[in-house]
């Protein structure tokens, strides 16, 4: 079998076409068909919760699963997508779900991002988190493809998919709740507590996550609530975190995203196609191999007191130039900064403090994968603005790579005197999985 690249965008002619719900197996370990009709019940009936209201027939598979036809409402012939009417030239973007790695690591990072933190209901067990890693995969699927699931009450806002990618991971809680304690990885933790740290327990921890992206806030947000139903007999939202970067066609292609300093963020990341394995792990247990760590962290940026800072204050405390993102060493933003370099007056041209010079160490190999977003929320009582960054990172090794990096930065950077960390999670992304396969299949 040819392994799909989850991060190439497949046209709709690409895409192999779904199976018909009503017959669609999940295939488990042992070999054994559930059908997803089963699992719906099997979950307490939560996914069809509507059917109280509006009797079995408002939630018909033909009608909540139904393909248009070709010719109705924009739709096109041929396999794949069915895009509603009015489709522009993102809207029909695919991003293949299969693969090796699970979709939203290295995919080049959408425009909008639904991140949720789930916290698995009281007396949960294993068999249940089972049924929920099926259905979500089965949705993933589909979502992805531009088809409604089974359960979608508003088929019509999911022929979209927008380049959508929907990426799952496990929390620390997870294991001792499902009672596989001795499974969790070592690392797998909340990280220690940083002196910079001014932790808000409402950002902080969760037992699942789902990281929902894609170029369009609409359908992002629909994708989101959907999981969210049908999770709702398994896990109840413990948080969740909206951000955006810039939308498609605005910025080149790779172009870096800059934040709400102005500051252009990620200059440094590893190219995914040269250094996979400072991404992804390789041998261990076999639902980590091709999987990765992922690190959030809520950090609010002082924006109404950055304002005060004059643009040469401000290329100090980065140690880059604002409007370029080049070292202040350098010309171009991908230049390698020259910390040797002093000045006239003999003091080093980057400050050693600076953030340039903190988020790095002599080791090449100690370096993460970034994926950040903005967020604004409401201004609070005297500020302007309340904004910061939905910070995302995904590792290999979250002991060598990330641990080495955040103490360095929060025991000397300039930068902390307008940033505070408000939030923080750990989750382990089990790998990517294939047609028959549901994710952490190995695991669960």
């Not at 069809?48 to 036809?69: K, N, Y």
Request: proline share 9%; hydrophobic share 35%; aromatic share 8%.
């Amino acid at each position: 079998m040819t392994e799909t690249n989850p991060d190439i965008p497949v046209t709709p002619h690409d895409q192999p076409q779904q199976p018909d719900i009503p017959d669609q197996q999940s295939t488990t370990p042992a070999g054994k068909g559930v059908k997803r009709r089963s699992l719906l019940f099997a979950a307490g009936g939560a996914a069809l919760g509507a059917a109280a209201t509006w009797g079995w027939g408002a939630l018909s598979p033909d009608i909540l699963h139904r393909r248009p036809a070709a010719g109705e409402n924009g739709a096109h012939s041929g396999v794949g997508n069915s895009p509603g009417a009015g489709a522009g030239p993102y809207g029909n973007e695919q991003v293949a779900c299969h693969g090796a790695h699970q979709a939203g690591i290295i995919t080049p990072p959408q425009g909008f991002l639904v991140l949720t933190a789930y916290r698995l209901v009281a007396g949960i067990e294993r068999i249940d988190v089972q049924r929920l890693l099926k259905l979500w995969s089965e949705d993933i699927e589909f979502l992805t493809a531009g088809y409604a699931t089974y359960t979608d009450t508003e088929p019509e806002l999911s022929h979209l998919p927008a380049s959508l990618t929907i990426t799952v991971g496990f929390g620390p809680g997870l294991f001792d709740k499902l009672n596989i304690a001795d499974q969790r990885p070592t690392w797998l933790q909340q990280l220690p507590p940083y002196s910079i740290d001014q932790l808000d327990e409402q950002w902080c921890g969760g037992d699942l996550v789902v990281q929902v992206c894609s170029d369009d806030p609409i359908t992002t947000a629909h994708a989101a609530r959907l999981l969210a139903k049908e999770a709702a007999a398994y896990a109840t939202p413990q948080w969740t975190q909206h951000g955006s970067r810039n939308a498609p066609g605005v910025t080149l292609p790779g172009a870096t995203m800059r934040n709400h300093f102005g500051q252009l963020d990620g200059t440094r990341n590893p190219k995914p196609q040269e250094e996979p394995n400072l991404i992804f792990r390789s041998g261990g247990p076999a639902w980590l191999n091709g999987g990765s760590t992922m690190v959030v962290r809520r950090i609010h940026m002082n924006l109404d007191s950055w304002d005060e800072l004059d643009i040469p204050a401000r290329d100090v405390v980065l140690g880059r130039r604002q409007s370029t993102g080049a070292p202040l060493t350098g010309e171009q933003e991908f230049d390698e900064p020259d910390l040797e370099a002093k000045n006239a007056l003999g003091f080093p041209v980057i400050d050693t403090a600076a953030h340039i010079r903190r988020a790095r160490t002599d080791d090449g190999s100690q370096r993460i994968f970034r994926r950040p977003y903005n967020y604004v929320d409401n201004p609070r009582p005297g500020e302007i603005s309340n904004v910061g960054l939905v910070f995302i990172a995904f590792q290999a090794d979250l002991e060598h790579q990330y641990l080495p990096l955040q103490q360095q930065l929060a025991d000397l950077d300039l930068l902390n005197q307008w940033t505070t960390p408000v939030g923080s999670a750990v989750f382990a992304i089990p790998r990517g999985f294939q047609p028959g396969e549901y994710l952490g299949q190995d695991l669960i």
